[in-house]
């Protein structure tokens, strides 16, 4: 079993090497905190994700208490058509930088019930953008190429749940 462990970091400290542009310095992730941090926490999350909601509040302290700790977000919905709808419409408000996605992202997990496309879109308009647009916007082939790449990550780290962490090389 030991021998086992020893293997599988190995090959995963392999695949976080090989993978290490698409996580770290992809133009398309979500940056929380300090961009030029020195330390970087990646997480692939999906908003139905239980496990992802009650690490939240974790997360805005770990932001708060460090000025120098930059945070990836990777959009990675596994559990629902609904998971993947939220994710597309999170991808085109992250692109939008008149609005503030931290926001946004503490709104869907703190609501109730599950998250879908409506609750992203209601979630969106609230901070100002036009619902019908950011329909629209979703639906382009560049939004699922960003999903598809946190799913790349996934399985090139044989990653199957959320919420997933990444440290330098663990």
């Known amino acids: 079993r030991t021998k086992r462990r020893i293997l599988e970091a190995a090959e995963r400290k392999g695949a976080l090497a090989s993978l290490q542009t698409v996580i770290y310095d992809d133009p398309d992730h979500i940056v929380l905190g300090n961009p030029e941090g020195d330390v970087t926490l990646v997480e692939l999350f999906d908003y139905n994700c239980g496990y992802c909601r009650s690490a939240l509040p974790d997360l805005a302290t770990l932001l708060a208490e460090d000025p120098n700790l930059r945070v990836i977000l990777k959009e990675f919905p596994i559990l629902s058509q609904c998971s993947v709808d939220a994710a597309k419409v999170g991808v085109v408000v992250a692109r939008d930088k008149s609005v503030d996605y931290w926001q946004f992202h503490q709104k869907l997990f703190t609501g ?45 780290l044989n990653v199957s749940g959320t919420p997933t962490y990444i440290i330098g090389d663990e």
Request: no cysteine.
């Open 112 to 156: 109730r019930g599950q998250v879908s496309k409506d609750t992203a879109l209601a979630a969106a308009q609230e901070l100002g953008l036009n619902p019908i647009e950011v329909g629209l916007a979703m639906e382009a082939s560049d939004v699922n190429s960003v999903i598809a790449k946190s799913f790349q990550i996934a399985d090139g």
